[in-house]
């Protein structure tokens, strides 16, 4: 039988993949022998050599719609397809004090990232997708998407949104092969989180707020974000 949770040879674009939770997915999903291109504005460390045929670095700002158009018609050109966009990246600014409001300019950074971006470059590769009547789009949300935290309004309100636009984007593009679905990663140790997991109290604060008493690893969203991606999932969105 063929292995319906198969992702090799799928075409696979990932925003936000220069570090953190992108670049892990990136390089599991070309450990799987998916043709992954990870796109971010700068890339700390290099392509591992025993996947330099499956992985590749484009620098780009994910903000820069046009240009993300032209990624796309790029590789599209050269594989004739684009399987799958994971929507992954996104920033976060929380103010320190409960007195201090949240600073507009703030606001517009993350929601232009988080949510703005996840729509255009959606919108850019459904163009692409539409032409084969196929395709995956994955975004990659957060607990903020279900539950409001302190002194970060502009995340928790762009997570909600992509959230939403998932939904939306499913309702409008599904008669069209195109499936588009959302992981929503609870308390995940990376290094966007890294402080609070290292300040004990609040580690153990949000430890027991979770099922399984723990925080969660990068390598516990590889399985979902696979599973979203391949065949087994067709009939998932």
């Not at 780009?60 to 799958?84: A, G, R």
């Not at 995956?136 to 636009?165: C, D, E, H, W």
């Not at 959302?182 to 308390?187: F, H, I, Q, T």
Request: aromatic share 8%; proline share 3%; hydrophobic share 40%.
């Amino acid at each position: 039988m063929k292995n319906v949770f198969s992702i090799k040879n799928k075409i696979i674009l990932i925003t936000g993949a220069g570090r953190g939770i992108g670049h892990h997915l990136a390089k599991e999903m070309a450990n799987s022998e998916a043709i992954v291109y990870c796109i971010d504005k700068q890339f700390p460390t290099k392509i591992p050599k025993h996947l330099t045929k499956n992985l590749f670095q484009i620098e780009s700002d994910v903000t820069d719609d046009v240009n993300f158009y032209e990624i796309c018609k790029k590789i599209f050109s050269k594989h004739k397809k684009i399987d799958v966009l994971v929507n992954n990246a996104g920033i976060s600014y929380a103010v320190q004090k409960k007195s201090e409001l949240y600073p507009i300019e703030k606001w517009h950074d993350t929601i232009k990232v988080n949510l703005t971006a996840a729509f255009t470059c959606s919108q850019n590769v459904i163009k692409f997708m539409k032409k084969r009547k196929s395709g995956a789009i994955i975004n990659i949300t957060s607990i903020n998407a279900q539950v409001g935290f302190p002194r970060n309004p502009s995340y928790v309100a762009s997570k909600g949104g992509l959230k939403m636009l998932g939904k939306a984007l499913a309702k409008d593009w599904g008669a069209f092969g195109i499936r588009v679905n959302n992981l929503g990663p609870g308390y995940i140790r990376t290094d966007m989180t890294m402080k609070r997991y290292l300040n004990k109290k609040t580690r153990k604060q949000r430890e027991e707020r979770t099922m399984l008493g723990r925080w969660g690893e990068i390598d516990d969203l590889v399985g979902p974000c696979i599973f979203l991606a391949s065949d087994a999932a067709r009939y998932i969105t």
